[in-house]
């Protein structure tokens, strides 16, 4: 009889992402298998929806989908299904009552929980509601199925004790929970030693580390931590808050060689009277000073931001004093959104709602602004000499132009063209770059060298042992680079 297979879909941020592959490595050691690739709606035997509960119409996206499932579920018997994450949290018992087809409903503090849900569930046959009010255990201790053999999320604190206006985030997943450094390092450590090379350091709030340990400096001290890590290539790290951006961060990531010259920090607004609404505690002077010191400390960084516009109250000169920001901070990338309300934050209660009309006027030219920006700050990379960490599946049309896709350090993305020799995920080609367009840079030449790395290696068995797994109990491919390819939250997460 062959194993049950599983299908975890998932939405949101990338705490969400990395949830989803703790929840994959659970079902795995649960002994189920994942569906292979190219299964059809409804065909594998348990669906995960791991939630987001940010965006206004996160919940009927959920039923929408659940809805479709239904009917499939009702001809299968046996088929399970699980709803966890954010929405979860928020929703609780709701989920069963609009859906009651479900099985298992879980929050963001206990995933650890899914498959005795799933199997309480299945004995019972009844649905299974379980949503814990703080955190079981810290979720690195938790089985994981990475989806990528050379880049890694190593999640560092959990929580958020900011208090954004538009974001129901910290309500959901608890006040900061901060991991032993000793413990981050010593799973850091265990990743390299497997192949890994590239890491991406993951909090809802990345640079408030040690508030809950008490050191304020703990942050930096963690970047030169893993300075020292051998085999530790790349270091990233996501989404720091500009209130917790301190000096001995900027020395940390000039003086650190393998944290990489890539800086992803939210601005949300330019307007100090917007970035007060929204309880965010910097301005614009005090935005705009961090990037002037990042800049002088690491003058080849690339900058990303998150930018919403049309927040409540916004007028036409609070647009423009972020339209200002944007000019001066000159961002390579910025991650642009529409506000739309959380239901259960206070600013969808706030007076001041921007007609839709205008806020899509504003966005319109935010982003225009914006694309003109990137593409002359990449243009600025043409004739340089790059180090391109190859990933796989970051090039959509890689096979069409007989091209190969990766990283530079700055987490810019490169096309280049396939050298002569087997080029591997996890390997490091050197490019000069020849033309760049607002998102990519492009290497028309021949690569000027191959490094085969461990990384690689890694890729290679990797590989090999999926192509060895019977049919129907394939596991596919990994998607290599998925960390080094979302520099920033997914779609107005508010988890910054």
């Not at 890539?262 to 935005?287: C, F, I, N, W």
């Not at 090999?464 to 520099?487: D, F, I, N, S």
């Amino acid at each position: 009889m062959s194993a049950k297979t599983y299908e975890v879909r998932t939405y949101g941020c990338q705490m969400n992402v990395h949830d989803s592959e703790r929840l994959s490595g659970l079902l795995e050691d649960a002994g189920f298998v994942r569906a292979p690739e190219g299964t059809g709606e409804g065909e594998a035997d348990i669906v995960v929806f791991n939630t987001c509960a940010v965006r206004e119409n996160a919940d009927n996206r959920l039923y929408g989908n659940l809805g479709r499932l239904a009917p499939i579920k009702a001809r299968r018997p046996g088929m399970q299904i699980a709803v966890g994450g954010c929405l979860a949290q928020k929703d609780r018992d709701t989920i069963v009552k609009k859906a009651p087809w479900v099985d298992v409903v879980f929050g963001t503090h206990n995933i650890g929980s899914l498959p005795v849900l799933l199997e309480r569930a299945r004995v019972q046959e009844e649905a299974q509601v379980e949503i814990a009010e703080s955190l079981e255990a810290f979720p690195s201790t938790l089985p994981t199925r990475r989806e990528s053999a050379y880049a890694a999320w190593v999640s560092i604190s959990v929580g958020c004790n900011n208090t954004c206006t538009f974001c129901i985030v910290p309500a959901l997943r608890g006040k900061e929970k901060d991991r032993r450094p000793g413990d981050i390092l010593a799973e850091v450590e265990a990743l390299v030693a497997e192949g890994v090379t590239e890491i991406t350091l993951l909090g809802q709030n990345v640079n408030a580390y040690g508030s809950d340990i008490g050191d304020r400096e703990a942050f930096s001290k963690l970047l030169r931590a893993c300075g020292k890590v051998e085999g530790l290539e790349r270091v990233r790290f996501t989404s720091p808050h500009p209130r917790d951006f301190t000096d001995d961060v900027i020395t940390a990531m000039a003086e650190t060689e393998n944290v990489m010259p890539q800086l992803h920090m939210p601005l949300q607004s330019g307007s100090d009277t917007v970035l007060k609404a929204m309880r965010r505690s910097y301005r614009q002077e005090r935005y705009l000073g961090i990037i002037e010191k990042v800049r002088a400390a690491m003058p080849d960084a690339a900058l990303s931001t998150d930018i919403i516009v049309g927040f409540p109250g916004e007028t036409d000169e609070d647009f423009e004093q972020t339209l200002h920001v944007v000019r001066e901070a000159r961002f390579a990338q910025a991650f642009t959104f529409q506000y739309s309300k959380r239901p259960g934050t206070p600013a969808a209660e706030m007076d001041g709602q921007v007609p839709k009309a205008v806020v899509q006027e504003r966005y319109e030219r935010l982003v225009a602004l914006q694309e003109e920006i990137s593409w002359e700050e990449n243009k600025k990379q043409v004739g340089r000499t790059l180090e391109v960490l190859v990933a796989e599946g970051e090039g959509r049309k890689d096979d069409a132009t007989r091209r190969l896709s990766g990283r530079a350090p700055d987490n810019r993305l490169v096309h280049f063209a396939r050298p002569e020799e087997p080029v591997r995920p996890g390997d490091v080609v050197t490019v000069d770059i020849t033309y760049a367009a607002p998102h990519h840079l492009l290497a028309e030449g021949p690569p000027r060298g191959v490094r085969r790395t461990r990384a690689g290696d890694a890729w290679e068995r990797r590989n090999a042992a999926e192509q060895k797994k019977p049919a129907g109990v394939m596991l596919g491919l990994p998607t290599v680079g998925a960390p080094a390819a979302a520099p920033a939250p997914a779609a107005g997460c508010g988890c910054d």
